[in-house]
């Protein structure tokens, strides 16, 4: 069985260039090795994207950063922490060999 692994970042948005750019390379690439590729990324509202037969994105309603660049949305730690978050069944639900969280002042 392939591996899975999931990231959790507020670094990917539809709109944005670097960091999503190299997620966007990492979703492509699942489907080359055929590894299961899952990424949990801010959104308007919950959606799911298939992005090929390996690679997921799963979007959770998020609002807008309060303090940050307003631009963008961020998922905050009461989004995910209650046992019925979101995100937590979203886990549940994928069962990752690997979780990967890129935040340095929301999510980690």
């Keep these: 069985m392939p591996i899975k ?3 959790i970042t507020n670094y990917y948005h ?3 260039g670097g960091i999503s750019t190299s997620y ?3 979703l492509a690439a699942a489907e080359r090795h055929r590894r299961y590729i899952r990424l949990i990324v801010p ?3 919950e959606e799911i994207e298939e992005v090929n037969e390996f690679a997921r994105i799963y979007y959770v ?3 807008f950063s309060p303090v ?3 631009r963008y949305r961020i998922i905050m730690p009461w989004q995910y922490m209650p046992n019925d978050s979101i995100i937590r069944k979203i886990l549940l639900a994928e069962k990752p060999d690997l979780i990967e969280v890129t935040d340095k002042y ?3």
């Design 61 to 63: 309603p998020a609002k």
């Design 106 to 108: 929301t999510i980690s």
């Design 24 to 26: 966007n390379n990492l």
């Design 68 to 70: 940050f660049d307003k």
């Design 5 to 7: 692994s999931v990231h």
């Design 43 to 45: 959104g308007e509202t």
């Design 14 to 16: 539809k709109d944005s």
